[in-house]
């Protein structure tokens, strides 16, 4: 009867094959059965002739389990071969292969005939000499020639120079080179010299961040083996369940804090004594389990289709309720039909968090054009990644890594996953000193500013800007005001009908609200601002009490502290959710924006069919003027629709422009008639 040896399955486990490769591993089971119990040559030899084919092109990278497969493979594959007449010249090929491989593999005297043993010895000889080694203390590292490995009593290496170093925590390491040559067997002992006192850890969960006196170690990996089963054991839990041996060697005289932290768990701080640092000893601590630590994350929305994004990572559509969430700091962004929201939060260990997410034009940064360097180019870029920490209207999308802003461009515009880009160009010069930022919308408005990339804050400008919104309301009370010198308060231009029938009188000065003097417009504003449902006036005689109303306001053009590209996105967002009067106020802003850039034709679109119920202040007649003026830019052609718009506007003899206390339509507009004579 042949002798067979058949690792079990159990061996093969240990290894830790089992989550590598199942079907390479279950080829290798086939091949030593198939020889094993069956007696099957040819099968066996297909099988780990797959194995070898899968293995040996990766052998440079291969996880110790998987070089004993391999090279258990070429051991069988040599004992197989060598009983054939036709494949006994393989063998040698086979072995040497081995050798090549790992020479410190030994081949199995119990599978491999005695020939074959033979031959495995003198091949190896050819190559490599043996070197004898001793340790102590045991329980190191040794490293050959800058490889890392256990500290095995015997290695064969490759003959010529090689440099030995053996380590351990709390030891000074030692070195030493030996010469081999064919026929040589060097003994080398290393004996260590106590430096230092060590401590080891088992920290769960794997992964946890280990800190010294406020210093990083770096972080505990993979899992502990059976050497920690009697620690873990009385905690009734797995050596599984905690992290590999983390060990702080050179722990220094004194008394040190030992700080702990992972994602999702407590921080935890230790006190350790000085006697863990002096006299110089091992030391193993007690298991260390971190807490969980968790907050509740709400997330609501008044506009429709929102989803949640945390860092990156989808937590499904709004609302969202009571979500269980690890504590700590996060990116949280709301993808909504059109705009977003984002903003940066830290959530709480056992706290609770309510975000209101409201829609905001999202602004894409494109890059920075070109790959020429100078000066603040660093800088720059490190500011232009930071910009959206610094703004509230806008929520910010960074540019993507590896992107160029042309490509990044024809994706946005693909995705319309943003209302707004941002795009940096460098000026070129004898040396490249400024930096054009360009914000546009997907329509085509945009703004340039240049800055400079050494200043104390060149983002400083476009940030402001960026947060500057205009408001399309103020509170007011119906009335239309000016200030008069002279006079003691607010002059009543004009009142609404409300007004007269509580008793203020148009043609006298305001003197005060809710009993205190307003000796200008802007302390008037104050009062309103303050105020909560109504105002008492005073103009000398009896109180009135009028309601605070919302007025309408229009947009300021040519303001240097707007961007007026955002001021659009802004409007285009707010009109998606807007109806009757609030949709058609928005509507003659954005008329107003278009006017800006000099889009007549776009802005006529946006008034010529807007409608507003108002008919002072900010109101239809106010809307009626600009659609006069539009026409008149586009040209005599359209004389007779600017001459119709503007005697629409004289039916509004209260209408107003930019807001309730600003100049009146009419006289504009009948000036206007007249220059079209």
Same mark, same amino acid.
């Given at each position: ?18 989550? !590598?490769?199942?079907?390479? @591993? ?23 002739? @797959? ?40 063998? !040698? ?6 050798? #090549? ?229 996060? #990116? ?23 975000? #209101? ?147 203020? !009188? ?99 679109? !946006? ?43 004289? @039916? ?26």
């Amino acid at each position: 009867m042949r002798l067979r040896r058949f690792l079990p399955f159990a061996f093969l486990l240990a290894l830790g094959l089992g989550a !590598q490769d199942p079907a390479l @591993k279950d080829t290798f089971l086939q091949a030593k059965a198939l020889w094993a119990t069956q007696g099957d040559r040819d099968g066996a030899t297909a099988r780990f002739e @797959k194995v070898v084919e899968t293995l040996a092109p990766r052998a440079a990278t291969l996880e110790p389990a998987w070089i004993q497969v391999l090279c258990e493979s070429y051991n069988w594959l040599a004992v197989l071969d060598d009983r054939g007449a036709q494949t006994k010249p393989r063998a !040698q090929t086979r072995l040497q292969a081995l050798i #090549d491989l790992d020479p410190d593999f030994e081949v199995d005297r119990a599978l491999t005939s005695q020939r074959l043993a033979t031959l495995f010895d003198r091949l190896k000889a050819e190559k490599v000499a043996p070197v004898r080694l001793g340790y102590d203390p045991e329980g190191g590292t040794l490293t050959v020639d800058d490889r890392p490995g256990p500290p095995v009593a015997r290695r064969f290496l490759p003959f010529g120079t090689h440099r030995l170093v053996y380590t351990r925590p709390g030891y000074a390491p030692v070195e030493s080179t030996v010469e081999l040559a064919p026929r040589d067997a060097k003994a080398v002992d290393f004996k260590l010299t106590r430096v230092s006192s060590t401590v080891t850890l088992y920290v769960q969960p794997s992964g946890a961040e280990v800190l010294l006196d406020g210093r990083s170690l770096g972080r505990t990996r993979g899992h502990a083996g059976p050497e920690a089963a009697p620690l873990t054991g009385p905690l009734g839990l797995r050596p599984e369940d905690f992290s590999g041996a983390f060990v702080i060697a050179e722990l220094t005289a004194g008394k040190h804090q030992l700080e702990l932290r992972a994602p999702c768990h407590r921080t935890r701080v230790l006190e350790m004594g000085a006697d863990l640092a002096t006299p110089w000893a091992d030391h193993t601590l007690e298991p260390i389990r971190l807490e969980a630590s968790k907050g509740q994350l709400s997330v609501h929305s008044a506009w429709p289709g929102g989803e949640l994004f945390l860092s990156g990572q989808s937590q499904g559509p709004l609302p969202v309720d009571q979500l269980p969430v690890c504590s700590g700091p996060y #990116d949280l962004l709301v993808r909504f039909p059109a705009g977003g929201f984002s903003r940066r939060i830290t959530l709480e260990d056992g706290k609770a968090l309510t975000v #209101d997410a409201r829609p905001k034009p999202r602004l894409a940064f494109l890059g920075l054009e070109g790959e020429t360097e100078f000066p603040g180019r660093a800088r720059l870029l490190a500011q232009l990644a930071g910009l959206g920490d610094r703004l509230q209207q806008v929520a910010y999308l960074p540019a993507r890594p590896g992107e160029t802003p042309k490509e990044a461009l024809a994706r946005v515009r693909a995705s319309r996953e943003a209302e707004l880009i941002l795009l940096a160009t460098p000026v070129p010069d004898k040396v490249i000193h400024r930096i054009e930022l360009r914000v546009a919308t997907l329509e085509g408005e945009e703004e340039r500013l240049l800055v400079k990339p050494l200043e104390e804050d060149p983002l400083g400008p476009l940030a402001a800007r960026l947060n500057a919104v205009p408001a399309l309301h103020e509170p007011g009370l119906g009335l239309s005001l000016l200030e008069v010198p002279g006079e003691p308060g607010p002059w009543v231009l004009s009142a609404s009908e409300a007004a007269k029938k509580a008793g203020l !009188q148009v043609g006298r000065p305001l003197l005060q609200a809710n009993g205190k003097p307003i000796p200008s417009l802007k302390a008037l504003r104050q009062v309103l601002q303050d105020a909560k449902g109504t105002v008492t006036l005073s103009q000398g005689g009896a109180a009135v009490p009028l309601p605070v109303q919302a007025e309408a306001l229009e947009i300021p053009l040519g303001a240097s502290s707007l961007c007026y590209p955002a001021v659009l996105a802004q409007l285009r967002l707010q009109y998606a959710g807007a109806k009757g009067d609030e949709a058609n106020l928005i509507r003659l802003n954005l008329g107003l924006g278009l006017m800006h850039f000099r889009k007549y034709d776009k802005a006529i679109e !946006q008034l010529r069919d807007a409608r507003l119920s108002t008919v002072s202040g900010v109101s239809q007649g106010t809307l009626d003027y600009h659609t006069g003026l539009c026409f008149l830019r586009l040209g005599s052609a359209y004389q007779a629709e600017a001459t119709q718009a503007f005697r629409q506007a004289l @039916k509004y003899p209260q209408a107003t422009l930019l807001g309730p206390d600003g100049p009146l339509v009419a006289p504009l507009a009948r000036q206007a008639l007249e220059d079209l004579k």
